[in-house]
């Protein structure tokens, strides 16, 4: 998989629009705050922090009897370790995204979907903004706690590439969950075939989440104008727009 690619589907967990609309006000603009996870379990788990990507998107969303220009700015701090599948060691075959995206409302109506939301509506939304995975198929859910609050997570299969060879990959997605002004969803990645060791590292990783910044990574700004205008090869505003390729050697 493209890791930019799959940044920029990720990101598409954002403001939705709301139909009608009649006169238009200034720009409200939302920032989520970007979180990390424990050291510890990083360090255990051997996923390293390697960035912080901000990601805004810009649309008018409609109400009643006039539409508002919004602005909802997501972070997502990204985390990888290196994963080998029979003879071929994959750099960041493994990964694990955090995922924050501000509860944004305009006269007490929630404008951002991702509360309500279940993990499978979840990775189809990142799948339809995202070309570089196929055959997504449901395979169990179970109950995690992120942030002191249970909720649901959910494991995918999908057929993905490195390199040019066919991976199959498990995917874990996460039910958001509430901070203080935040919606905050988990995404973990790996080969299928190393599920076995992977698998309880992804779900350490989501019980280790943490509301504190990042201490490590430098933020890369990728605004998109809107995004609605995410195109179905998986661009992410960057000029890639190959989703089967990989940037950086990683199945993201």
């Keep these: 998989m493209n890791r930019r690619s799959l940044l920029a ?10 139909a009608g609309c009649l006169g238009t006000f200034g720009m409200d603009e939302h920032e989520a705050s970007p979180a990390s996870v424990d050291e510890s379990a990083r360090q255990e788990t051997d996923y390293e922090q390697t960035g912080v990507t901000e990601d805004t998107i810009e649309q008018s969303v409609g109400l009643a009897i006039f539409s ?9 701090t990204e985390h990888e370790k290196p994963v080998t599948v029979g003879p071929l060691t994959m750099d960041g075959g493994g990964g694990f995204l955090v995922v924050t995206t501000p509860q944004a409302s305009v006269l007490g109506q929630e404008l951002n979907p991702v509360s309500d939301m279940s993990p ?3 990775i189809e939304r990142i799948e ?3 070309a570089g995975m196929k055959n997504v ?8 706690t992120i942030l002191e609050q249970e909720t649901t997570q959910s494991r995918f299969t999908a057929e993905s590439s490195y390199n040019g060879t066919s ?4 995917i874990h997605i996460s039910e ?3 901070t203080d002004e935040d919606h905050l969803v988990t995404v973990g990645i790996y080969p299928n075939e190393r599920r076995d060791e992977e698998e309880p590292n992804i779900i350490s990783l989501m019980e280790s989440v943490s509301e504190a910044s990042p201490e490590d990574g430098e ?9 609605g205008d995410d195109e179905s090869d998986g661009s992410s505003g960057d000029g890639e727009t190959d989703g089967n390729s990989s940037d950086d050697g990683g199945i993201l």
Excluded: R
Aim: glycine share 6%; net charge negative.
């Design 9 to 18: 589907g990720t990101a598409a967990l954002g403001v939705t629009s709301v």
């Design 68 to 76: 508002q220009d919004v602005s909802v700015t997501n972070y997502i």
């Design 120 to 122: 499978k509506e979840l």
């Design 128 to 130: 339809g903004n995202y």
């Design 137 to 144: 198929t449901h395979q169990e859910d179970e109950n995690v």
């Design 167 to 170: 991976v199959e990959v498990s």
């Design 176 to 178: 958001a969950v509430e």
């Design 219 to 227: 933020s890369q700004n990728e605004s998109e104008e809107n995004s």
